[in-house]
């Protein structure tokens, strides 16, 4: 446990940050497998909604520095990359 004031600080900033990044991650995650989910199901509608919102998540997470920009174009290249195989 931290002695100095602002240590204290720094440990409660960081631990509501963790907390905020954790939700927005497991966002992500969830929708990422529920694009997976209808690229595997073959429904080309459906799996281009799911796919786009998927996008969406990516950049939202990405722009709150909670992944890194090159990881989310990377996810988002590898769903569309599916996307076009199914169409």
Partial sequence: ????????????????RRMRNKSYKSSMRTELKKAEQALEGGDKEQ???????????LDKVAQ??????NQASRGKSRLMSKLNKIS
Wanted: aromatic share 0%.
């Fill in 47 to 57: 799996a281009k909604a799911q796919v786009l919102a998927a996008c969406r998540k």
């Fill in 1 to 16: 446990m931290p002695n100095i004031k602002s240590a204290k600080k720094r440990l409660k900033q960081n631990e509501k």
């Fill in 64 to 69: 709150k520095g909670v992944i890194h920009v």
